[in-house]
T-cell receptor
Framework: AAGVIQSPRHLIKEKRETATLKCYPI?????VYWYQQGPGQDPQFLIS???????DKGSIPDRFSAQQFSDYHSELNMSSLELGDSALYFC???????????????FGNGTRLTVT | AQKITQTQPGMFVQEKEAVTLDCTYDTSDPSYGLFWYKQPSSGEMIFLIYQGSYDQQNATEGRYSLNFQKARKSANLVISASQLGDSAMYFC??????????????FGAGTILRVKS
């Protein structure tokens, strides 16, 4: 079965640079979520999109922005990178129809961002 | 307030024995779902099992079962016949039915499980 595809798998950037992470949800999934997981921590919710509109916002820094495109893929744009942005970034998807809380989020393998 | 609490930072279990990972949650929403995810050292997040707030029976998926005690707001994961490949971080998570769609998952701090041979 098709899964959530994230690219790149690994990314190394320097401070103050920009990074773009991409996410391709499972086919027919219309909701995308972004999470940030620091070393030894639980995943923290950043932002989500349903049908290309932002549906919820968590602890996403102002330096980050995201969008969902017409083909439902999503991109997380990160500017003015800081050392503290080094983390594993997950994208997850779900079907929004009639399943507001009782279906799991399916996660991609994550993008490991290292800021030096 | 913490929505999901996992009080066991780390657990050891002997191979082939059963182990229970604790999870308590806090919500005032009558509609919610509880989930367990496994995260091996390679980093991927693997969905294991789901329990809905209106489900009368405890969920089971192969060697995984969820001990759901609604009045106590607990949703413990039971792994039977532990295998070496079960060594990983385990997260308990919740989705509340606050919105019509797109409700996020909120995670607990996780429990590291080590299976000994």
């Amino acid at each position: 079965a098709a899964g959530v595809i994230q690219s790149p798998r690994h990314l190394i950037k320097e401070k103050r640079e920009t990074a773009t992470l991409k996410c391709y949800p499972i086919p027919r999934h219309d909701t995308v979520y972004w999470y940030q997981q620091g070393p030894g921590q639980d995943p923290q919710f950043l932002i989500s999109f349903y049908e290309k509109m932002q549906s919820d916002k968590g602890s996403i820094p102002d330096r980050f922005s995201a969008q969902q495109f017409s083909d439902y893929h999503s991109e997380l744009n990160m500017s003015s990178l800081e050392l503290g942005d080094s983390a594993l970034y997950f994208c997850a998807s779900s079907s929004g129809q009639g399943a507001s809380y009782n279906s799991p989020l399916h996660f991609g393998n994550g993008t490991r961002l290292t800021v030096t | 307030a913490q929505k999901i609490t996992q009080t066991q930072p780390g657990m050891f279990v002997q191979e082939k024995e059963a182990v229970t990972l604790d999870c308590t949650y806090d919500t005032s929403d009558p509609s919610y779902g509880l989930f367990w995810y496994k995260q091996p050292s390679s980093g991927e997040m693997i969905f294991l099992i789901y329990q809905g707030s209106y489900d009368q029976q405890n969920a089971t998926e192969g060697r995984y079962s969820l001990n759901f005690q609604k009045a106590r707001k607990s949703a413990n994961l039971v792994i039977s016949a532990s295998q070496l490949g079960d060594s990983a971080m385990y997260f308990c998570a919740m989705r509340e039915g606050l919105m019509e769609y797109g409700n996020k998952l909120v995670f607990g701090a996780g429990t590291i499980l080590r299976v000994k041979s």
